[in-house]
C-alpha cells in the first residue's frame, strides 16, 4: 500500500509538513490575473497559496499530505486566511479563490468571507459531489454574503456539465486540458466554443486557464472567450503583478476592432412582439447573451417605474420612483448614465452582490420618456456593450411606439374585483388585515404570510395567513426593518428569478428560511408606510407582473382604509375612558 510520501515525494513526517503549513506565516499567497480578452483589463486576480517552510512542493502535493493527516479542512481554511493579509487589490478587482465542496459548507468559511473584498469562490471539481444539497445550501448562504461561485476546472473533473448545470456559476472556468494546443486541434476548438456558448446562455462569463502562446490567445479570442488567465499573460506573483507587454500586444489589436453588432436579428423579434412586455422581454434575452450583462427593462405606470424583464436577478425591484438609483434617475432626467464603479456612485440603488458597473438608456416614444433599459455587470462594461446596449434601447423605443406603450387590461382584473368588495366590508383594523392577506394569497397561489404595522414607531405583526408564517413572525425586527427599507421607495418586491439567482441581501433571511418565492408591498398612508405585507411560498417562484399589479392595487386599497379605522379605535378607546 502506498503512502502520500511515496506517492509524491513529501517529507516522511507527514504531521510536520502539516504543522509548518498551520504555523503562523506558513502559507503565503501569490495572484496571477484573470484578463479581459476584449481589451486586456485585469478584472480579478487568482489567489494561489504556496508553502513557506517548502517552497518547491506543489499545492496538490501538500493539500494531499494534509487529507492523509486528516487536517485538509483545517488547511484549506489556513489558505483562505493567507488571502486577506495581502489587502484589497487595484480597481475594485476581484480575488478568485479555490475551495473545495468540503470547504464551501463549512461555516469557518463563511467567516473568513466576510472579511474579504469582493471575490469569486472556484469551486473546484476534482472531486465527485455525491450529495448536492449540502453544496447548494452551503453556496446559497455565500451568496447572501454577496460572494459570487465559479466551477473550476470544467472539462477535467468529474460530470463537468452536470456539476455546471447544478451550481449556475456566475464563471465556468475552462481547463487548461482544453486550452492547451487549441489553436491546432479542431476538436479542442467546438469544444470550447460550445462552453462559450452555453455559458452566454446561462448568463455566466468564460475564464480559459494556463493560456501559455499567442496562438492559443487568439484562437480564444475567435471563440468569443470572455476571460483568461496562464503564463503568457503573467506568472504568479506577489501582489498585483501586470499583464505582460507580449500578451497586451496580442490583445489590444482585438479591442481595436470589435465585432460589429448585428441589429437585424433583434428587430426582426421584435416584429413579432405582440406586447410591450413582449418587446422588452425579447431585448432582455438577447442582452443576457452578451457576456456577463443582467440587463432589465421598467416602463412607466401611474407614475413609478415597473419592471418589465429580467435576467439573473431572483428578486424584481418595482415600482421605482424617478429620481431613485440610477435607473430612476436616467428616466427622470432622460439621459443615458454610465457608472463605471457603482460602489463610488451616490446614485447607486441597493441591489444584487458583486455588481462593479451599470448602465441605464432612457426609453423615448413620441419625444416622451416611457421607460429606462438598464444593465447591470460584474466587470466593468465594455465598449462595444454600451454601443449595443443603446442600439438595443433605440429598437425597443421604436418598437414602443409602433405597440403604443401605455399597455393594455390584463385579465386578472376580473379576480380584483371580486376581492376588492372583500376588504371594503371589513369593520375593523384586524379584520381588513386578515382580509388583505387572505386575498393577496388567493391571487399569488404563495402558502404563508404576515403583515408587520410600523405605525407609531413601533414594529409589530398585524396578521398571519398560513402555516408557515412562523418563519415569518419569528424574523428579527432588524431584519424585518431592513425588508422595509428595501420597498420604502418601491411598489413592490417580487421573485421570479432561479433558486441560485442573485438576489438583494435583505432577501437572503427568507431564502434561508426555505422561501423560494416571495413578494414584499408596502402599504401606505398617503405617502407615509405604515404597514409591510410579506407573501412566501416554499414551491413557486414566478410572480406574474398582472398578478403584483393587483396585489399593490388591493394593498393601496388597505392603507388608507386601515389607518382611517385605527383611528376610529383610537377614538372609541378615548371615549370609553372618558365614561
Not at 295 to 306: I, W
Not at 354 to 367: F, R
Request: with cysteine; hydrophobic share 45%; net charge negative.
Amino acid at each position: 500500500m502506498t503512502t502520500p510520501s511515496d506517492v509524491l515525494d513529501l517529507p516522511a513526517d507527514v504531521e510536520d509538513l502539516v504543522a509548518s503549513l498551520l504555523h503562523p506565516g506558513g502559507i503565503r499567497t501569490v495572484f496571477q490575473p484573470v484578463v479581459r480578452v476584449a481589451d486586456g483589463v485585469i478584472i480579478g486576480y487568482e489567489a494561489l497559496s504556496r508553502s513557506t517552510a517548502m517552497p518547491s512542493l506543489s499545492p496538490a502535493a501538500w493539500l494531499e499530505a494534509a487529507d492523509a493527516a486528516g487536517r485538509r479542512l483545517d488547511v484549506e481554511l489556513a489558505c483562505m486566511a493567507a488571502v486577506a493579509d495581502a489587502g484589497d487589490p487595484p480597481d475594485r478587482a476581484l480575488i478568485f479563490l479555490n475551495a473545495s465542496p468540503d470547504v464551501a459548507v463549512d461555516p469557518r468559511f463563511a467567516e473568513l468571507c466576510r472579511d474579504l473584498p469582493r471575490h469569486v469562490i472556484e469551486v473546484t471539481e476534482h472531486v465527485a459531489v455525491e450529495d448536492y444539497e449540502p453544496l447548494l445550501e452551503g453556496l446559497r448562504a455565500l451568496r447572501a454574503g454577496g460572494s459570487l461561485v465559479a466551477v473550476d476546472d470544467v472539462g477535467a473533473g468529474y460530470a463537468s456539465m452536470s456539476h455546471v448545470l447544478q451550481l449556475s456559476p456566475s464563471f465556468i472556468k475552462i481547463d487548461r486540458s482544453l486550452v492547451s494546443g487549441l489553436d491546432g486541434d479542431p476538436r479542442r476548438r467546438a469544444l470550447v466554443e460550445a462552453l462559450q456558448a452555453f455559458a452566454a446562455a446561462s448568463g455566466a462569463l468564460t475564464i480559459a486557464e494556463g493560456v501559455e502562446t499567442e496562438a492559443e490567445l487568439r484562437a480564444l479570442s475567435a471563440a468569443g472567450i470572455d476571460l483568461v488567465q496562464g503564463y503568457l499573460l503573467a506568472r504568479p506573483q506577489a501582489p498585483w503583478v501586470e499583464v505582460s507587454t507580449q500578451a497586451r500586444n496580442v490583445l489590444l489589436p482585438e479591442a481595436a476592432a470589435p465585432e460589429a453588432f448585428e441589429p437585424e436579428q433583434l428587430a426582426t423579434a421584435l416584429d413579432g412582439a405582440r406586447t410591450p412586455t413582449e418587446a422588452c422581454e425579447l431585448v432582455s434575452q438577447y442582452l443576457s447573451h452578451q457576456g456577463g450583462l443582467l440587463p432589465s427593462v421598467y416602463l412607466e405606470r401611474g407614475g413609478v417605474l415597473r419592471c418589465q424583464s429580467r435576467r439573473g436577478q431572483w428578486l424584481v425591484m418595482d415600482g421605482l420612483r424617478p429620481g431613485a438609483g440610477i435607473s430612476g434617475t436616467a428616466f427622470a432626467e432622460g439621459c443615458e448614465i454610465l457608472s463605471t464603479d457603482v460602489a463610488s456612485d451616490p446614485r447607486y440603488r441597493l441591489a444584487v452582490p458583486g455588481v462593479s458597473s451599470e448602465m441605464a438608456v432612457p426609453l423615448t416614444v413620441a419625444g416622451r420618456v416611457v421607460g429606462v433599459l438598464n444593465v447591470d455587470a460584474l466587470a466593468p462594461i465594455l465598449p462595444q456593450h454600451v454601443e449595443v446596449v443603446r442600439l438595443c434601447g433605440a429598437l425597443l423605443a421604436a418598437r414602443l411606439e409602433e405597440l403604443d406603450a401605455s399597455g393594455s387590461p390584463s385579465a386578472i382584473l376580473h379576480d380584483l374585483s371580486r376581492l376588492m368588495p372583500t376588504l371594503a366590508v371589513a369593520g375593523s383594523a384586524q379584520a381588513l388585515v386578515d382580509a388583505t392577506l387572505a386575498a393577496v394569497a388567493e391571487l399569488t397561489g404563495f402558502d404563508a404570510g404576515c403583515v408587520w404595522s410600523f405605525d407609531g414607531g413601533d414594529l409589530e405583526v398585524a396578521g398571519t395567513i398560513g402555516d408557515g408564517a412562523a418563519g415569518l413572525t419569528g424574523l428579527p425586527d432588524v431584519q424585518v426593518l431592513a425588508l422595509r427599507d428595501l420597498v420604502a421607495d418601491l411598489s413592490s418586491c417580487y421573485s421570479g428569478g432561479t433558486d441560485l439567482s442573485l438576489a438583494v441581501p435583505p432577501t437572503h433571511v427568507l431564502r434561508e428560511r426555505g422561501a423560494r418565492g416571495v413578494v414584499l408591498v408596502p402599504i401606505r398612508d398617503g405617502w407615509d408606510l405604515t404597514d409591510m405585507l410579506v407573501l412566501t411560498s416554499g414551491a413557486r417562484s414566478f410572480v406574474a407582473p398582472d398578478v403584483v399589479d393587483a396585489v399593490e392595487a388591493l394593498c393601496l386599497q388597505a392603507g388608507s382604509r386601515l389607518a382611517s379605522l385605527r383611528r376610529v379605535a383610537e377614538l372609541e378607546a378615548l371615549l370609553a375612558g372618558r365614561r
